[in-house]
């Protein structure tokens, strides 16, 4: 199943999607073969025989209950830290390290306070040493992520919904093949979780980048996903692997195919946790 893999462009420049290109394809694809990992052989596997494909252009969540190793598998696919057995691929090379070619986003966005959003979005251009695309490439994302006026604010000034597109804006910067998210959202209200997880799935259909989320809220995965691998845990397997097939009308919620969708999901999911409420996350 995974001897050929797609060849795309190593940083596709996200101005250039628009218009005809917009939702084709030209994220990363992503293999995960034979995948097991344990911190500690006496502690038992974390991560047991994972194997999974994304395609260029999907969004994938991992949907699990706390401890079955979702964030772990992220930081392996970012290339953070490396399985004990098996590999990840992505486009046909075996990830050993980070790349700016996919990038992740953490639960804090963890950003320079005494900079302004235009700074902070071009960090990443600048570890890069990419320092000579910022002035075309921060003014292109922070528009894209609807911060264009706050460019010259203190970051200290925004709120948490706002930092958070910062975070965004300086992750797209560098023009990735794939993003990575590790629940960036959990700490925001409802009404800002929704406006992100909206905005960050067509920003990410607009461009074609390859996404996967991690999440315990399966209105999340059911908002954001276009497929869910739902994961076991002690250790963390793949339970069940299923799509989410909802037009983007249907993902704001509110219809009946939304409704039918979660309640699916939802069975789904608490089966695989056994019944463990305090991991069932629903707003």
């Known amino acids: 199943m995974f ?20 939702g084709r394809a030209t994220g990363a694809h ?36 706390s401890g079955c190793g979702k964030s772990t598998l992220l930081h392996m696919l970012s290339g953070l830290s490396l399985p004990s057995a098996g590999e990840v691929v992505i486009n046909g090379n075996t990830v050993r390290g980070p790349s700016q070619a996919w990038v992740m986003m953490f639960q804090a966005p963890s950003l320079y306070p005494w900079m302004s959003v235009a700074q902070n979005a071009a960090l990443g251009l600048r570890f890069a040493r990419r ?4 002035a075309t490439r921060v003014p292109e994302v922070l528009e894209l992520v609807d911060l264009s006026p706050y460019a010259d ?11 958070q597109r910062v975070a965004l804006a300086r992750s797209l910067a560098t023009a990735p093949e794939m993003l990575l998210l590790d629940e960036p959202f959990s700490a925001l209200d409802a009404f800002t979780r929704r406006s992100l997880q909206r905005d960050v799935r067509a920003i990410a259909r607009r461009l074609g980048l390859t996404m996967v989320l991690v999440t315990h809220d399966v209105s999340e995965a059911v908002r954001m ?6 994961l076991d845990a002690n250790p963390g397997r793949i339970a069940e692997d299923t799509a989410i097939a909802l037009t983007e009308e249907q ?8 409704n039918a969708e979660h309640i699916r999901l939802m069975e789904i999911y608490t089966e695989v946790a056994h019944g463990d409420p305090s991991d069932q996350t629903d707003d």
Do not use: W
Not at 3 to 22: I, S
Not at 153 to 163: A, E, I, T
Not at 251 to 258: A, D, L, Q, T, V
């Open 251 to 258: 993902r704001e919620g509110g219809c009946e195919r939304f």
């Open 30 to 65: 992503l293999a995960v073969m034979g995948l097991s990992h344990a911190y500690k052989k006496i502690d038992g596997l974390v991560l047991d025989s994972l194997d999974f494909e994304v395609q260029p252009g999907e969004v994938l969540a991992l949907l699990g209950r």
């Open 153 to 163: 604010r203190n970051v200290q000034d925004l709120s948490g919904g706002q930092q």
């Open 3 to 22: 001897a050929r893999f797609a060849n795309t462009t190593a940083f596709p420049q996200p101005a250039a999607q628009d218009g005809a290109a917009r």
């Open 225 to 230: 996903a276009d497929r869910v691998l739902v």
């Open 131 to 134: 320092s000579s695309e910022i």
